[in-house]
């Protein structure tokens, strides 16, 4: 599933491709894709409407619109928004085109058909986007309301940083990088962490997002920014998805163990389980 560099990356991309970009025609071949509203009004909507703004909360990508409203979406497990020239090649997966004046098109494809997307007014009404935690790359998460945060909590660390209403675009990869560089076990509790480890965990997840966001992303399976191009940062991952392998730290061999049902890797050396 993409997360926040992943994202982020496919707004940047998008950004000097779609904005003040009129929408001619709308073409919507699979209407599971689509949250709200039914596809009738969807097309509706965005027939002659211009593109102001392109964003990102959390896991969400914004594409904001002349007209007041705003097309919210959700990537999932495979979805991907596409930059396509006119006259391009489409994919099979492709399933909702917005057709350009100039004849170009923005492509929503979903492999899984888990994406959904949200054509709203009232951002309320686009899923969980307005429970969402804090950013974890702005100024106004310090490590200070980080420790606020993490202080009335007992659960385990690695399923809290995985919860959206907690802290919002961290998902499995970026949370197993971040407990590793921390030194932490991901089955630890909150409870049990000092006040030392964290702020070794708050700057952690702020260096590796933004070493994510630097690296364009990671691409382990199908994620792709918004020119169809793949990420860099699974060349540069310390523990995710090296089961087997050597700590880059100690040389230890890395371990993979279940928490919370997702598969979380770590190095039982430099992470260690109690204080």
Known sequence: MPELPEVQTVVDTLQPLIIKQVIADVKIKNEKLIAKPKSNEF???LRGSSIKKVSRRGKYIMIEFDNEYYLVTHLR???RFVYASQGDSGDKYDYIFLKFKNGDELRLGSKRKFTRT???????????LTKLGPE????????????????SRRGRIKPLLLNQRFLAGLGNIYVDESLYLA???????ADTLTEREVEKLYRAIRKVLSEGIEQRGTTKWDYVDASGQAGNYQNYLRVYDREGEECRRCGSSL??????GR??????DCQQQEE
């Open 43 to 45: 097309k509706k909507i």
């Open 77 to 79: 497990m495979t979805g």
């Open 118 to 128: 949200y054509l709203v007014k009232d951002l309320q009404e686009a899923g969980s």
């Open 136 to 151: 974890p790359l702005t100024a106004e998460f310090t490590v200070t309301r980080f420790e606020k945060m993490i202080s």
């Open 183 to 189: 030194q932490i076990h991901p089955l630890r509790t």
């Open 255 to 260: 371990k993979r163990i279940k928490v919370g």
């Open 263 to 268: 598969s979380s890797y770590f190095c039982p």
